[in-house]
């Protein structure tokens, strides 16, 4: 999942249109195709699988100080590794928020499970709310001096991808890191003020999930779960296609119908983490049967070097062989699905013989190590 949203990311200029509200679709049958995939994988549901399955972690960390100070540890280290890939990789790093979550989330762990899932859906509903808030206000009409500031905006927005094109491809190691590190700060205010609360919220959610041994496969069955798998699941993929529509037709700078649809996106993305784990854990003994699902189950083990090996190896395509916003978008599309296959031959292998990952390890190192003593 990662392969498809990130590779777009790295290698073009795709995030300054989304924002801008450009219409992509214009293009070829092909890159219109890939818009939909890019699409049909949102960022957040990614991330809300992930961070609820980190809700594992910290389960009992709240009994005793020794508990919380490793857990304490564990995201400062991913704090300080998102930190350094955020500014030295990739600007769309996500680890950052991670570890910020995590630290947010620590004070609260000693709740009751009911409080943790009801402080998890306010956090998770709140954006929803403000981007809810936006279109009411837009129903009686935008003002005119509203728009054309939106309008200046977008347009703007338009022309930092011609600036980062330009970076991106000069060869030049100061002009690219310059860029980086504005696009770096550019996607903290996008994406902080919303996808930070709902990362918060859904590490509650799986911290009270995983307290209950909802992630144990001997609960697969639960009643829980069939809801996720048979309400959460249709209900977000009706809400997410209807936000991939309207951010493929509905191209202008602020609307009523491109306010609703960000609505609907916002409260897609996390029934949609909810179905995704229901339909893992419901399914899990029937898709590691076969081997493409075992190679999804390695890579998944190695979550944290795939994730950086696919920052690295994009960037190094994107900025040292100059090939950012060179390559169409359904290319990068056939090219993530490719990585997912060689990462998950790769990988297999690994876990067959019960390696650890070499981020994993890292991030290990650091987080038991012992402090000596002078």
Same mark, same amino acid.
């Given at each position: ?15 300054? *249109? ?36 980190? =809700? ?5 960390? /709240?009994?005793?100080?020794? =508990? ?16 350094? /890939? ?12 991670? &570890? ?49 500031? #939106? ?14 094109? *330009?970076?991106?491809?000069? =060869?030049?190691?100061?002009?690219? &890191? ?16 919303? =996808? #930070?609360?709902?990362?918060?919220? #859904?590490?509650?959610?799986?911290? &009270?999930? &995983? ?10 069955? /639960?009643?829980?779960? *069939? ?14 296609? $209807? ?47 076969? /081997? ?5 189950? $390695?890579?998944? *083990? ?45 990988? #297999?292998? $690994? ?9 994993? $390890? ?13």
């Amino acid at each position: 999942m990662l392969f498809l949203t990130n590779v777009p990311l790295i290698m073009s200029g795709i995030r300054y *249109r989304e924002v801008a509200g450009f219409d992509i679709s214009t293009g070829s049958t092909a890159d219109t195709l890939g818009w939909f995939v890019f699409h049909s994988t949102p960022t957040m549901m990614g991330i809300g699988i992930f961070v609820m399955l980190m =809700g594992m972690g910290l389960v009992g960390a /709240h009994r005793t100080p020794t =508990g919380m100070t490793a857990a304490r540890r564990r995201f400062l280290v991913l704090g300080a590794l998102g930190v350094v /890939h955020g500014l030295l990789v990739w600007w769309g790093d996500i680890l950052l928020y991670y &570890a910020v979550a995590g630290l947010c989330v620590l004070p609260l762990l000693r709740l009751s499970q009911r409080m943790l899932v009801a402080v998890g859906v306010v956090l998770i509903t709140f954006p929803v709310l403000v981007t809810l808030a936006d279109a009411i206000a837009q129903i009686g009409g935008i003002p005119d001096d509203v728009l054309r500031g #939106l309008e200046r905006t977008s347009a703007g927005l338009m022309g930092q991808e011609t600036t980062a094109a *330009r970076r991106y491809t000069s =060869g030049d190691i100061g002009q690219v &890191a310059a860029q980086r590190v504005a696009d770096w700060w550019g996607y903290i205010q996008e994406f902080a003020p919303i =996808g #930070l609360l709902q990362v918060c919220g #859904l590490l509650l959610i799986g911290t &009270a999930l &995983a307290r209950k041994g909802m992630f144990h496969p001997a609960n697969a069955n /639960h009643p829980y779960w *069939r809801v996720m798998a048979w309400r959460a699941g249709p209900a977000g993929l009706l809400l997410g296609v $209807a936000g991939i529509l309207v951010r493929t037709y509905d191209t202008s700078a602020a609307s009523l119908l491109g306010a609703l649809g960000s609505t609907a996106v916002l409260i897609s993305s996390p029934l949609l983490a909810l179905w995704w784990c229901a339909a893992v854990l419901r399914n899990g003994e029937w898709l590691t049967r076969s /081997h493409p699902g075992r190679c999804l189950a $390695a890579i998944g *083990r190695y979550s944290l070097t795939t994730y950086l090996g696919c920052s690295v190896i994009a960037t190094v395509a994107a900025y040292g062989l100059g090939l950012y916003g060179i390559v169409p978008l359904w290319m990068l599309q056939l090219l993530a699905v490719t990585a997912i296959v060689i990462a998950g031959e790769l990988a #297999l292998p $690994a876990r067959d013989r019960n390696r650890v990952g070499p981020v994993e $390890a890292v991030v290990r190192a650091f987080t038991t190590a012992e402090r000596r003593s002078p």
